[in-house]
């Protein structure tokens, strides 16, 4: 941004860069405002997304996908749907690719990764992670969705809440207790399709922001999950969460910062052409400062973020680092957001204006994949081992 040379990046990746970003100019940015009103991206998106090859392009070439195994492409889509302030989608996209879609591509069985991936690689299926529950949000040991073993399948009752695609999903990852005695150890993770009778949604949610987004509580009675949907081996899904929560706690970052980078971006343009007392707000002297903190603090946060995503390209992003970053840089949006709409005055409330959107939309960003105290946490203990 700004001028700040990015040495992550080679000559195929920003020519995948342009693609993506003519593709959002296109096919995202113009709908925004419709799926923000009818809380959700539509069908169609997703079908588009799928068929120009954009969703699960890790997935191997025989499930659909392109097998493309260097991270740094997933990040460029993360970044490039940031930087188009198109905040709901920035989530819904890269959650269904990069961080449920794995689920099932480490741990999935044979029979359940050729029913699943190349649906969720076409757009036809798509994929949400249920976790939460209304009495247990980051202490992921406390849910009381249960799954009883009926011999060759499960019986899955419970609710899950403030799950993102959840209203439009067609296949989630539901963790599930498989053994209430047994705390953590008795955490198993099922997939759950739209055609297992006794899965409902409830309708989404009326949030603060993120309009476009599709949050929704799922109700799970009495369904019948065959054993071929069990991810990985029984009473070992909470080893599986804490081994994947990495990947996903960089995507939260990286989005952070592309939607940090938004937001500052619309606000320089806002002030080289807003006037008071008779001059540009640009020329005083505190507008420039707070461009020039909020530049030097985002240039910061993307090299950063670029180093951990070179980092998981080698193996070596741990849970302390991806903690690390997503407090740093959900902590940064926020700041920004804020600074932004103070620059903005009236019209940065207003929520014609982007920015006041973005702030809206940035406030969660503390709160979901884990929220920002226990990133805390989970950095003193690499500290303290």
Request: aromatic share 8%; charged share 10%.
């Given at each position: 941004m700004f001028g700040l040379p990015r040495t992550l990046y080679t000559e195929e990746h920003e020519l995948f860069r342009q693609s993506v970003r003519d593709f959002i100019a296109k096919e995202v940015s113009p709908y925004n405002k419709e799926w923000e009103q009818n809380k959700m991206v539509s069908r169609e998106s997703w079908k588009k997304f799928g068929e120009n090859g954009f969703l699960g392009i890790q997935a191997p070439e025989s499930l659909g996908g392109m097998n493309i195994q260097d991270f740094r492409f997933n990040a460029i889509l993360i970044e490039e749907l940031?930087?188009?302030?198109?905040?709901?989608?920035?989530?819904?996209?890269?959650?269904?690719?990069?961080?449920?879609?794995?689920?099932?591509?480490?741990?999935?069985?044979?029979?359940?990764?050729?029913?699943?991936?190349?649906?969720?690689?076409?757009?036809?299926?798509?994929?949400?992670?249920?976790?939460?529950?209304?009495?247990?949000?980051s202490d992921l040991q406390g849910i009381l969705t249960s799954a009883v073993d009926q011999g060759d399948h499960y019986l899955v009752n419970g609710t899950k809440t403030f799950i993102t695609n959840g209203y439009l999903s067609d296949v989630v990852v539901v963790a599930v207790k498989t053994d209430p005695n047994k705390g953590a150890k008795g955490i198993s993770l099922l997939i759950i399709d739209k055609d297992m009778k006794g899965f409902t949604r409830g309708k989404p949610f009326q949030k603060v922001g993120l309009h476009a987004q599709d949050t929704c509580e799922l109700f799970f009675e009495d369904v019948i999950v065959p054993k071929e949907n069990l991810l990985g081996n029984e009473g070992e899904g909470f080893k599986y969460l804490m081994t994947e929560l990495a990947q996903e706690r960089l995507v939260v970052s990286l989005a952070a910062v592309a939607l940090g980078e938004y937001m500052l971006e619309a606000t320089v343009d806002y002030v080289k052409t807003r006037k008071a007392f008779k001059k540009s707000l640009s020329e005083f002297q505190n507008t420039r400062f707070k461009l020039a903190e909020m530049t030097a603090a985002l240039e910061q946060g993307r090299i950063y973020c670029d180093h951990l995503v070179q980092l998981h390209n080698q193996g070596l992003l741990d849970s302390a680092m991806a903690s690390a970053a997503k407090y740093n840089m959900t902590e940064l949006q926020c700041k920004v957001a804020d600074e932004c709409v103070q620059l903005h005055g009236g019209y940065g409330y207003m929520w014609d204006y982007g920015v006041a959107r973005a702030y809206a939309d940035a406030r969660v960003q503390r709160i979901y994949a884990g929220t920002n105290e226990i990133m805390k946490e989970l950095i003193a203990r690499k500290i303290l081992k």
């Open positions: 940031g930087l188009s302030g198109c905040s709901g989608p920035a989530i819904g996209y890269p959650l269904h690719s990069d961080i449920v879609m794995p689920y099932i591509l480490h741990y999935g069985t044979e029979s359940a990764q050729s029913k699943y991936i190349p649906k969720m690689v076409s757009g036809d299926f798509i994929g949400a992670i249920a976790m939460t529950e209304p009495g247990a949000g």
